[in-house]
T-cell receptor
């Protein structure tokens, strides 16, 4: 297993376009998290899944954002009608979801630039 | 809501010297978990060290150690014998339930190691 993979690494899009990012977690990890990181800031939580169930969504996740994790494997994060304020690094992380086994593994992120 | 504050946006240290990064947090919980993550430029976030709030003993991982002051809600990271490879952004993070809940991050401290 090569860790958490995110695709694409970079995405440049025009304002108003839709974009979709993909995250492939470590195969045995049942928890998958999405974070957003803007320049000079720490990652901010967006949402997370336990298998295919989306358990929590941040208030940061506006109606233009939607995330899925079909079959509890990979996850997608879609942003509709992108705005310049959506420009950020989108990080994915996964873990076993065990209180005492807190080995979060992060992906390298997808950097989104909205022009 | 839990918050994590890192008051040092940037720090620098000479190679082989010791540096301490500060972190304070706010929570009403009595049991929780604290982490330091390292994010090298253009690379994924990796765990440096973790501390369970119910443990009085400060965590240590090789050259990295923490000073956990529960009453003061302080969680500083000490890096001894600094190496060039330690240069990175360092994020302090909090989790209410260890590996079974989201991480709340501080804004980070950029560490520069001078040769």
């Amino acid at each position: 297993d090569t860790g958490v993979s995110q695709d694409p690494r970079h995405k440049i899009t025009k304002r108003g376009q839709n974009v979709t990012f993909r995250c492939d977690p470590i195969s045995e990890h049942n928890r998958l998290y999405w974070y957003r990181q803007t320049l000079g800031q720490g990652p901010e939580f967006l949402t997370y899944f336990q298998n295919e169930a989306q358990l929590e969504k941040s208030r940061l996740l506006s109606d233009r954002f939607s995330a899925e994790r079909p079959k509890g494997s990979f996850s997608t994060l879609e942003i509709q009608r992108t705005e310049q304020g959506d420009s950020a690094m989108y990080l994915c992380a996964s873990n076993l979801g065990d209180r005492e086994n807190y080995g979060y593994t992060f992906g390298s992120g997808t950097r989104l630039t909205v022009v | 809501a839990q918050t994590v504050t890192q008051s040092q946006p940037e720090m620098s240290v000479q190679e082989a010297e010791t540096v301490t990064l500060s972190c304070t947090y706010d929570t009403s919980e009595s049991d929780y978990y604290l982490f330091w993550y390292k994010q090298p430029p253009s690379r994924q976030m990796i765990l440096v060290i973790r501390q369970e709030a119910y443990k009085q003993q400060n965590a240590t991982e090789n050259r990295f150690s923490v000073n956990f002051q529960k009453a003061a809600k302080s969680f500083s990271l000490k890096i001894s014998d600094s190496q060039l490879g330690d240069a990175a952004m360092y994020f302090c993070a909090y989790s209410r339930e260890g590996g079974s809940e989201k991480l709340v991050f501080g804004k980070g401290t950029k560490l520069t190691v001078n040769p």
